[in-house]
């Protein structure tokens, strides 16, 4: 079956404010320069679509290093400066920090250290984006859009944690030519995922099915990932995650044809802190290799 095909303008607008109105509130934090370890770095806005207020992010170039090619005139060596070989975006889970989340756990320091650019950013209602408008996904194509432009010619990634990842395999079923995705601790229904962790809020998911038929099937990973618009794709989570059990993780990997690690006694965002060189080195090695197909 094809992707779902999203919900009217109306219809999208009224669903999705019930569906925010139901998810775990946060509060809106300052997000703050990111540690001096990470420079340099550049705060950019992105823009959204349809005249929506901007999305904010922070730019980080990557570290490049100087090839040595041969000995000057007077003994000494020059060097070639290796160019960046790609971009990736990275899009947070849901949490208060936004996109200063990916400030620790090293996933920057070791993308710019593979020669990739990287780009983060906060979702609408969080740091400094503006207000949410319909369905996040739009803001991952918006941010994927922003990423062209911030590295024009180059592969593109896309690497979301959580609800990040979540977002972003709505908006990746509907485009095409990105390189790599990686995804960690991705629900296939984030309805799904709150009927777990918190459970009181059954009935409000419940009325929210019954209300919303076509946004229920539109937000179902399941139906998208066979779509994804990617070369390559991987999925890591965690084996205690008691709101994305292991085998929702190899589902939506068999259905998009892409690789899963299941890291042992982890729970939700914990893989990253019990297994960081198995997150790193399966995000490093699924863009490597769609680079190169």
Do not use: C
């Not at 904010?56 to 490049?64: E, H, K, L």
């Amino acid at each position: 079956m094809p992707p779902p095909e999203r919900p009217s303008g109306l219809y999208e607008q009224v669903s999705s404010r019930w569906f925010r109105t139901f998810a775990p509130r946060l509060p809106r934090v300052d997000q703050g320069d990111p540690p001096a370890a990470l420079r340099p770095f550049e705060t950019v806005r992105i823009a959204r679509s349809a005249g929506r207020e901007h999305l904010a992010g922070t730019w980080f170039p990557a570290r490049t290093t100087h090839l040595l090619e041969s000995a000057d005139h007077d003994g000494g060596e020059t060097g070639l400066e290796r160019a960046a070989r790609g971009a990736v975006l990275l899009l947070p889970p849901w949490l208060q920090w936004g996109r200063s989340y990916f400030h620790r756990r090293g996933r920057l320091e070791a993308l710019r250290r593979a020669g990739y650019h990287a780009l983060t950013i906060d979702f609408p209602g969080r740091g400094g984006s503006g207000p949410p408008s319909g369905f996040f996904d739009r803001d991952a194509a918006d941010a994927l859009a922003g990423l062209a432009l911030l590295a024009p010619g180059l592969p593109q990634h896309v690497w979301g944690v959580s609800a990040g990842g979540y977002w972003a395999h709505i908006a990746l079923s509907r485009l095409h030519g990105l390189a790599g995705a990686m995804f960690e601790d991705v629900a296939p229904h984030l309805l799904e995922w709150a009927d777990r962790v918190a459970p009181s809020s059954r009935l409000a998911h419940a009325a929210f099915r019954r209300l919303f038929p076509a946004a229920d099937a539109f937000l179902d990973l399941r139906r998208h990932a066979p779509w994804l618009g990617v070369v390559r794709a991987a999925y890591v989570s965690g084996e205690r995650d008691e709101g994305v059990p292991s085998g929702d993780t190899n589902e939506l990997a068999s259905l998009a044809g892409a690789a899963a690690r299941i890291v042992p006694d982890a729970g939700h965002l914990d893989a990253i802190k019990r297994a960081p060189e198995t997150v790193i080195s399966t995000a490093l090695e699924t863009f490597a290799a769609a680079e190169e197909a």
